[in-house]
């Protein structure tokens, strides 16, 4: 199965395509209903996936932006988002994947480290978001970050490209993480 | 891997009709032209922005093919380059964080001596001595100087002295070999020779000449010893003259 490559196809007019992967389908589901609500003058297309790679038979438009979920209360989700990462070209990682960690919220719960996945977005040089999904208003702001992340990506939005993106998320993470 | 990439559910929940869509749609199907004209604007510069990625990102292919070619060693050096750049610029922001501090810390003071009273404040004081402090160190320092100067004046003239008496050592033995070499020559030469010859046989005669004398006198059986003046020239004949 070949990995997955960005820019392989031409993308459609005016439509922006984004790939959450993660083992949480409901939660997956909830932020895809999220971000369609939210108001954006592009045509989104939303695709789940529960790990990589993807199936090479079905025909899907360019994807712009793959957004790794970690749910931070199994273990299972992070261990199948590390072997999907595998599965992505080294171009992915210019500015076109992000972590997302749900669940930080509640620390009894959590069963992996914070600082687990904060290396894990720093060994792939991209931005790590935090986000309870399970409450519904900091999925529908975290469904508007994801919207605009998605547009630049997809370069809909002119004078920024994914690239610039990668160095002003670059701002918001901790500075002694560069030590790491 | 491929169980799970069956799981993968594609989504496209409301592909343009969907809440997503909403705008374009209306776009699409507006009757008012000013809508379809901003749609087309934004349609262009959307696909400028692609285009423009996709130049950029086959021009990065492109840069890509002569660094597989690179040896590694270019490699590391360039590593080694680019790694002395980052510590250039590193110790270029201590740099300039330190003075940058420096003056931070200027201005704190001058606003803080602003308001408080010049005689009183301990930090005046503290100034003062470490002026005073300062003007010793100068003073001492000025010293040091001069000793080292002299120092170094004694240590030339040491040297000047030493190289004389090696000259002068130099003189007296080129002097010396002179005065051998006079001397070996002066012996060795046919003259020196010749008359030492001569005095030799000169030497032989008047021994014999003495012993003919002392012959005589005895012979005559004068009493030499009464005579003083006769004495002396007896006992003269007694010399050896090779002892001479």
């Given at each position: 199965?070949s990995?997955?490559?960005?820019?392989?196809?031409l993308?459609?007019?005016?439509t922006?395509?984004?790939?959450?992967?993660?083992?949480?389908?409901?939660?997956?589901?909830q932020?895809?209903?999220?971000?369609?609500?939210?108001?954006?003058t592009?045509?989104?297309?939303?695709?789940?996936a529960?790990?990589?790679?993807?199936?090479?038979?079905?025909n899907?438009?360019?994807?712009?932006?793959?957004?790794f979920?970690?749910?931070l209360?199994?273990?299972?989700?992070?261990?199948?988002?590390?072997?999907?990462?595998?599965?992505?070209d080294?171009?992915?990682?210019?500015?076109?994947?992000a972590?997302?960690?749900?669940?930080?919220?509640?620390?009894?719960?959590?069963?992996?480290?914070?600082?687990?996945?904060?290396?894990?977005?720093?060994?792939?040089?991209?931005?790590?978001?935090?986000?309870?999904?399970?409450?519904?208003?900091?999925?529908?702001a975290?469904?508007?970050r994801?919207?605009?992340?998605?547009?630049?990506?997809?370069?809909?939005?002119?004078?920024?490209?994914a690239?610039?993106?990668?160095?002003?998320?670059?701002?918001?993470?901790?500075?002694?993480?560069?030590?790491? | 891997?491929e169980?799970?990439?069956e799981?993968?559910?594609?989504?496209?929940?409301?592909?343009?009709g969907?809440?997503?869509?909403?705008?374009?749609?209306a776009?699409?199907?507006?009757?008012?032209?000013?809508?379809r004209?901003?749609?087309?604007?934004?349609?262009?510069?959307?696909?400028?922005?692609?285009?423009?990625?996709?130049?950029?990102?086959v021009?990065?292919n492109?840069?890509?093919?002569?660094?597989?070619?690179?040896?590694?060693?270019?490699?590391e050096a360039?590593?080694?380059?680019?790694?002395?750049?980052?510590?250039?610029?590193?110790?270029?922001?201590?740099?300039?964080?330190?003075?940058?501090?420096?003056?931070?810390?200027s201005?704190?003071?001058?606003?803080?001596?602003?308001?408080?009273?010049?005689?009183?404040?301990?930090?005046m004081?503290?100034?003062?001595?470490?002026?005073?402090l300062n003007?010793?160190?100068?003073?001492?320092?000025q010293?040091?100087?001069?000793?080292?100067?002299?120092?170094l004046?004694v240590?030339?003239?040491?040297?000047?002295?030493?190289?004389?008496?090696?000259?002068?050592?130099?003189e007296?033995?080129?002097?010396k070999?002179?005065?051998?070499?006079?001397?070996?020559?002066?012996?060795?030469?046919?003259?020196?020779?010749?008359i030492?010859?001569?005095?030799?046989?000169?030497?032989?005669?008047t021994?014999?000449i003495?012993?003919?004398?002392?012959?005589?006198?005895?012979?005559?059986?004068?009493n030499?010893?009464e005579?003083?003046?006769?004495?002396?020239?007896?006992?003269q004949?007694?010399?050896?003259?090779?002892?001479?």
């Amino acid at each position: 199965m070949s990995a997955l490559r960005p820019l392989d196809k031409l993308p459609g007019l005016n439509t922006a395509t984004i790939l959450l992967v993660g083992t949480e389908d409901a939660l997956l589901q909830q932020l895809a209903d999220s971000m369609l609500k939210a108001d954006c003058t592009s045509e989104l297309k939303v695709h789940l996936a529960r790990s990589l790679p993807l199936p090479c038979s079905v025909n899907r438009p360019r994807i712009d932006l793959i957004v790794f979920v970690v749910n931070l209360h199994s273990k299972l989700s992070l261990q199948s988002v590390e072997e999907s990462l595998c599965h992505l070209d080294a171009a992915f990682f210019l500015g076109k994947v992000a972590f997302l960690a749900t669940g930080a919220g509640r620390d009894s719960h959590c069963s992996i480290h914070r600082n687990t996945v904060v290396k894990l977005a720093h060994t792939y040089r991209s931005p790590l978001l935090f986000c309870d999904l399970e409450i519904e208003d900091f999925r529908a702001a975290m469904a508007q970050r994801l919207v605009r992340l998605l547009q630049i990506c997809a370069g809909h939005v002119p004078g920024v490209s994914a690239l610039n993106l990668l160095s002003l998320m670059r701002g918001s993470e901790n500075p002694s993480l560069e030590d790491l | 891997m491929e169980t799970q990439s069956e799981e993968q559910a594609v989504t496209k929940p409301a592909d343009s009709g969907g809440e997503g869509g909403p705008p374009q749609v209306a776009g699409a199907q507006a009757a008012r032209p000013e809508d379809r004209m901003t749609l087309l604007l934004r349609l262009r510069a959307q696909t400028k922005q692609q285009l423009l990625e996709y130049k950029s990102m086959v021009d990065a292919n492109e840069e890509k093919t002569p660094e597989q070619i690179m040896q590694e060693k270019q490699i590391e050096a360039k590593i080694e380059e680019l790694e002395n750049e980052v510590e250039e610029a590193k110790t270029a922001f201590e740099m300039k964080k330190l003075a940058l501090d420096r003056m931070q810390l200027s201005t704190a003071l001058k606003k803080h001596l602003e308001k408080v009273d010049i005689k009183t404040s301990v930090l005046m004081d503290n100034m003062k001595q470490i002026l005073n402090l300062n003007k010793l160190i100068m003073k001492s320092q000025q010293e040091t100087w001069d000793l080292e100067e002299k120092l170094l004046d004694v240590r030339k003239k040491r040297l000047q002295l030493k190289q004389a008496s090696e000259r002068k050592l130099l003189e007296i033995q080129t002097e010396k070999n002179k005065q051998k070499d006079d001397l070996d020559s002066m012996e060795n030469s046919d003259k020196i020779k010749a008359i030492q010859q001569n005095l030799e046989t000169e030497i032989q005669i008047t021994t014999v000449i003495q012993h003919v004398f002392q012959n005589l006198i005895l012979g005559s059986k004068v009493n030499w010893a009464e005579d003083p003046a006769l004495k002396e020239t007896v006992l003269q004949l007694e010399k050896n003259l090779t002892m001479i």
